[in-house]
């Protein structure tokens, strides 16, 4: 309560205040898309939607490719026009499609879950062991991706003349390497150390409710 009669005061006298790091981390518009993943579980164990999971796969990928290609475009053009070098374009420039990254990638990405999810449990697709492996290894991937490029693309930089043509290869391929590599060696040690250690925990639980 005291916020908001701090925040309504403050808009009263034409002030806009920064909200304190508890409200923007609860308001935040990225837990729409913790959202879409928990409607996208909802539905996959349901038969609703099913019939259209290619569609859905199809119409995902189209949909993010098209917001990719439109975002790398505008970053390009506003760093021209602006005299920014892209290679700090991340802490300078923001475009409307990153801004609303919840709506213009959150919800391509939703499609594509959930048409992927249909056809891994209906269609019954042979998946190579490489893309299993990468699949497995996508959450070290996500936790260390964005570390690793801000480091990547800094070196790549003082190294030669920045260009994404080039730049986005190299480390999108150091980044999955590294990703799989903590996967590895990191988590999959680390998850089965806890699985051994709760399991013994649980039955020893079990154990003394029996008795």
């Not at 290619?54 to 490719?65: A, C, E, N, P, Q």
């Not at 070290?140 to 964005?146: C, D, G, N, V, W």
């Not at 999955?176 to 039955?203: D, M, Q, W």
Request: charge should be neutral.
């Amino acid at each position: 309560m005291s916020f908001f009669l701090y925040w309504t005061g403050n808009l009263l006298l034409g002030i806009t205040p920064e909200p304190p790091l508890l409200y923007r981390f609860v308001l935040s518009h990225h837990h729409l898309e913790f959202l879409l993943g928990v409607i996208a579980g909802y539905l996959v164990i349901r038969p609703t939607g099913s019939n259209a999971r290619h569609w859905l796969l199809g119409s995902g990928v189209v949909l993010f490719t098209l917001v990719s290609a439109y975002t790398v475009w505008d970053v390009n053009r506003v760093a021209a026009e602006q005299g920014i070098a892209l290679v700090v374009r991340a802490e300078l420039l923001k475009t409307v499609t990153e801004h609303h990254s919840y709506l213009f990638f959150g919800v391509p990405s939703f499609l594509i879950v959930l048409g992927s999810a249909f056809i891994d449990r209906l269609d019954r697709w042979r998946v190579p062991n490489g893309l299993l492996f990468i699949g497995d290894a996508s959450y070290a991937i996500y936790l260390t991706h964005a570390t690793l490029i801000n480091i990547i693309t800094l070196l790549l930089a003082k190294v030669w003349y920045y260009d994404l043509g080039i730049t986005v290869p190299i480390t999108l391929s150091i980044s999955v390497v590294i990703g799989c590599l903590v996967h590895t060696y990191v988590e999959s040690p680390l998850l089965a150390f806890l699985n051994r250690h709760v399991g013994k925990l649980k039955t020893k639980t079990l154990v003394l409710e029996v008795a």
